[in-house]
Protein backbone atom coordinates (compact mmCIF):
# COMPACT_ATOMS: atom_id res chain seq x y z
CA UNK A 1 0.00 0.00 0.00
CA UNK A 2 2.74 2.38 -0.67
CA UNK A 3 1.55 5.68 -1.36
CA UNK A 4 4.37 6.87 -4.11
CA UNK A 5 6.39 3.63 -5.51
CA UNK A 6 9.08 4.24 -7.83
CA UNK A 7 11.14 1.16 -9.14
CA UNK A 8 13.66 0.21 -9.79
CA UNK A 9 15.71 1.06 -6.48
CA UNK A 10 18.94 0.57 -7.41
CA UNK A 11 20.29 1.06 -10.90
CA UNK A 12 24.01 0.31 -12.21
CA UNK A 13 24.36 0.75 -15.81
CA UNK A 14 27.38 1.82 -18.11
CA UNK A 15 27.87 4.62 -20.26
CA UNK A 16 25.68 5.44 -23.18
CA UNK A 17 23.23 3.12 -22.44
CA UNK A 18 19.31 3.94 -22.10
CA UNK A 19 17.27 3.89 -18.75
CA UNK A 20 13.82 4.40 -17.88
CA UNK A 21 12.67 5.04 -13.83
CA UNK A 22 8.99 4.24 -13.41
CA UNK A 23 6.67 5.88 -11.09
CA UNK A 24 3.28 5.29 -10.01
CA UNK A 25 1.19 6.92 -6.87
CA UNK A 26 -1.99 5.38 -5.21
CA UNK A 27 -3.35 9.03 -3.47
CA UNK A 28 -5.44 9.96 -6.14
CA UNK A 29 -3.24 12.99 -6.83
CA UNK A 30 -3.25 15.31 -9.89
CA UNK A 31 0.52 16.58 -9.96
CA UNK A 32 4.18 14.38 -10.00
CA UNK A 33 7.38 15.48 -9.51
CA UNK A 34 10.74 13.87 -10.57
CA UNK A 35 13.62 15.67 -8.73
CA UNK A 36 17.54 14.57 -8.60
CA UNK A 37 19.46 14.82 -5.31
CA UNK A 38 23.40 14.71 -6.13
CA UNK A 39 25.93 13.20 -3.79
CA UNK A 40 26.05 16.21 -1.42
CA UNK A 41 22.25 15.72 -1.22
CA UNK A 42 21.16 18.69 -2.82
CA UNK A 43 17.61 18.49 -4.08
CA UNK A 44 16.79 20.22 -7.55
CA UNK A 45 13.29 19.48 -9.78
CA UNK A 46 13.17 18.35 -12.69
CA UNK A 47 10.32 18.23 -14.47
CA UNK A 48 6.57 18.74 -13.24
CA UNK A 49 3.12 16.75 -14.98
CA UNK A 50 -0.11 18.44 -13.45
CA UNK A 51 -2.97 16.51 -15.13
CA UNK A 52 -0.73 14.95 -17.50
CA UNK A 53 0.48 18.31 -18.73
CA UNK A 54 4.04 19.49 -17.99
CA UNK A 55 4.40 22.34 -15.73
CA UNK A 56 7.78 22.71 -14.69
CA UNK A 57 10.76 21.80 -17.00
CA UNK A 58 13.78 23.09 -15.41
CA UNK A 59 16.97 23.42 -17.34
CA UNK A 60 17.57 19.06 -17.85
CA UNK A 61 19.68 18.09 -20.86
CA UNK A 62 17.16 17.13 -23.60
CA UNK A 63 18.42 13.30 -23.35
CA UNK A 64 15.39 13.02 -20.08
CA UNK A 65 12.31 12.94 -21.33
CA UNK A 66 9.31 12.71 -18.82
CA UNK A 67 6.29 10.53 -19.76
CA UNK A 68 2.92 10.74 -18.21
CA UNK A 69 0.45 7.86 -19.51
CA UNK A 70 -2.11 9.07 -16.37
CA UNK A 71 -2.71 10.62 -13.76
CA UNK A 72 -1.11 8.25 -11.57
CA UNK A 73 2.27 7.64 -13.49
CA UNK A 74 5.36 9.77 -14.14
CA UNK A 75 8.21 7.65 -15.78
CA UNK A 76 11.70 9.22 -16.56
CA UNK A 77 13.29 8.08 -19.44
CA UNK A 78 17.51 8.68 -19.85
CA UNK A 79 19.14 8.28 -23.63
CA UNK A 80 22.95 8.16 -23.57
CA UNK A 81 23.51 8.29 -19.84
CA UNK A 82 26.54 10.09 -18.49
CA UNK A 83 28.69 9.55 -15.59
CA UNK A 84 27.05 13.01 -14.31
CA UNK A 85 23.69 11.46 -14.22
CA UNK A 86 24.95 9.58 -11.25
CA UNK A 87 22.50 10.56 -8.75
CA UNK A 88 19.26 9.63 -6.22
CA UNK A 89 16.54 10.16 -8.70
CA UNK A 90 13.17 10.97 -6.49
CA UNK A 91 9.36 10.72 -7.65
CA UNK A 92 6.56 12.73 -6.11
CA UNK A 93 3.02 13.75 -6.31
CA UNK A 94 0.65 16.10 -4.79
CA UNK A 95 -2.92 17.19 -5.13
CA UNK A 96 -2.49 20.60 -6.64
CA UNK A 97 0.43 22.57 -4.93
CA UNK A 98 -0.16 21.10 -1.38
CA UNK A 99 2.48 19.10 0.22
CA UNK A 100 4.75 16.51 -1.52
CA UNK A 101 4.68 13.12 -0.78
CA UNK A 102 8.15 11.31 -2.33
CA UNK A 103 8.95 7.75 -2.89
CA UNK A 104 11.83 6.20 -1.61
CA UNK A 105 14.31 7.05 -4.20
CA UNK A 106 16.43 5.38 -6.89
CA UNK A 107 19.91 5.23 -7.03
CA UNK A 108 21.30 5.87 -10.48
CA UNK A 109 24.91 4.91 -10.64
CA UNK A 110 26.65 5.45 -14.19
CA UNK A 111 29.69 3.50 -14.98
CA UNK B 1 14.73 34.26 -8.26
CA UNK B 2 13.78 32.03 -5.28
CA UNK B 3 16.40 31.27 -3.19
CA UNK B 4 16.81 29.36 0.66
CA UNK B 5 19.96 29.01 2.13
CA UNK B 6 20.11 26.39 5.32
CA UNK B 7 22.76 25.87 7.63
CA UNK B 8 25.49 23.84 6.85
CA UNK B 9 25.97 20.65 8.00
CA UNK B 10 26.98 18.41 9.66
CA UNK B 11 25.38 18.92 13.19
CA UNK B 12 26.85 16.15 15.78
CA UNK B 13 24.75 16.23 19.20
CA UNK B 14 24.18 14.91 21.80
CA UNK B 15 20.39 12.93 23.17
CA UNK B 16 18.38 15.70 24.73
CA UNK B 17 20.70 18.42 23.45
CA UNK B 18 19.23 21.73 21.77
CA UNK B 19 18.50 21.93 17.88
CA UNK B 20 18.62 24.97 15.49
CA UNK B 21 19.19 24.87 11.98
CA UNK B 22 18.96 28.08 10.55
CA UNK B 23 17.41 28.75 7.39
CA UNK B 24 16.59 32.18 5.46
CA UNK B 25 15.08 33.10 2.10
CA UNK B 26 14.85 35.46 -0.91
CA UNK B 27 11.36 35.56 -2.46
CA UNK B 28 9.11 38.36 -3.92
CA UNK B 29 5.89 38.38 -2.61
CA UNK B 30 4.64 35.95 0.42
CA UNK B 31 5.60 32.55 0.08
CA UNK B 32 4.94 29.45 2.08
CA UNK B 33 7.98 28.40 3.87
CA UNK B 34 8.75 24.32 4.64
CA UNK B 35 10.43 22.06 6.28
CA UNK B 36 11.05 18.54 5.16
CA UNK B 37 12.99 15.55 6.79
CA UNK B 38 14.86 12.69 5.17
CA UNK B 39 15.45 9.48 7.11
CA UNK B 40 18.48 7.30 5.71
CA UNK B 41 17.11 5.60 2.91
CA UNK B 42 14.27 6.71 2.73
CA UNK B 43 12.34 10.22 0.80
CA UNK B 44 11.55 13.03 1.86
CA UNK B 45 8.28 14.18 4.22
CA UNK B 46 6.69 17.46 5.51
CA UNK B 47 7.97 17.99 8.88
CA UNK B 48 6.17 21.60 8.96
CA UNK B 49 5.29 24.64 7.31
CA UNK B 50 4.31 27.93 7.51
CA UNK B 51 2.19 29.99 4.66
CA UNK B 52 2.19 33.66 6.02
CA UNK B 53 4.43 35.81 8.20
CA UNK B 54 4.50 34.97 12.39
CA UNK B 55 2.62 31.61 11.77
CA UNK B 56 4.39 28.90 13.71
CA UNK B 57 4.90 25.64 12.18
CA UNK B 58 5.05 22.58 14.51
CA UNK B 59 5.11 18.81 14.44
CA UNK B 60 6.74 16.25 16.43
CA UNK B 61 8.34 18.78 19.10
CA UNK B 62 10.22 20.90 15.99
CA UNK B 63 9.06 24.18 15.48
CA UNK B 64 9.80 27.24 13.16
CA UNK B 65 8.22 30.23 12.70
CA UNK B 66 7.68 32.61 10.25
CA UNK B 67 9.74 35.49 10.01
CA UNK B 68 9.33 38.04 7.49
CA UNK B 69 11.27 41.03 8.99
CA UNK B 70 14.53 38.72 8.72
CA UNK B 71 13.68 36.27 6.14
CA UNK B 72 13.96 33.40 7.93
CA UNK B 73 12.56 29.72 9.32
CA UNK B 74 15.17 28.74 11.36
CA UNK B 75 14.10 25.08 13.15
CA UNK B 76 14.07 24.33 16.30
CA UNK B 77 13.83 21.30 18.95
CA UNK B 78 14.48 21.50 22.61
CA UNK B 79 15.53 18.04 23.50
CA UNK B 80 16.92 15.72 20.58
CA UNK B 81 15.97 12.32 20.49
CA UNK B 82 19.09 9.60 18.57
CA UNK B 83 15.46 8.90 16.25
CA UNK B 84 15.98 12.40 14.96
CA UNK B 85 18.88 11.86 12.99
CA UNK B 86 18.09 12.84 9.26
CA UNK B 87 18.51 15.13 6.69
CA UNK B 88 16.47 18.76 6.92
CA UNK B 89 15.70 20.15 4.05
CA UNK B 90 13.68 24.19 4.21
CA UNK B 91 12.00 24.85 0.92
CA UNK B 92 9.67 27.63 -0.03
CA UNK B 93 7.62 27.95 -2.80
CA UNK B 94 6.91 31.27 -4.01
CA UNK B 95 2.84 32.14 -4.12
CA UNK B 96 0.03 30.34 -4.12
CA UNK B 97 -0.21 29.25 -7.41
CA UNK B 98 3.47 28.31 -7.59
CA UNK B 99 4.03 24.32 -8.16
CA UNK B 100 7.54 24.92 -7.75
CA UNK B 101 9.45 23.94 -4.76
CA UNK B 102 12.53 25.16 -3.96
CA UNK B 103 14.83 23.69 -1.25
CA UNK B 104 17.92 24.49 0.44
CA UNK B 105 20.79 22.19 0.44
CA UNK B 106 19.77 20.12 3.45
CA UNK B 107 21.58 19.48 7.04
CA UNK B 108 23.28 16.52 8.07
CA UNK B 109 21.89 15.90 11.57
CA UNK B 110 23.43 12.95 14.10
CA UNK B 111 22.73 12.79 17.64
CA UNK B 112 24.37 10.35 19.43
CA UNK B 113 23.07 8.18 22.44
Known amino acids: DTAVSQTPKYLVTQMGNDKSIKCEQN?????MYWYKQDSKKFLKIMFS???????INETVPNRFSPKSPDKAHLNLHINSLELGDSAVYFC??????????FGSGTQLSVL | GNSVTQMEGPVTLSEEAFLTINCTYT??????LFWYVQYPGEGLQLLLK?????DKGSNKGFEATYRKETTSFHLEKGSVQVSDSAVYFC????????????FGAGTTVTVRA
Open chain 1, 92 to 101: ASSHANEKLF
Open chain 2, 27 to 32: ATGYPS
Open chain 2, 91 to 102: ALRGWSNDYKLS
Open chain 1, 27 to 31: LGHDT
Open chain 1, 49 to 55: YNNKELI
Open chain 2, 50 to 54: ATKAD
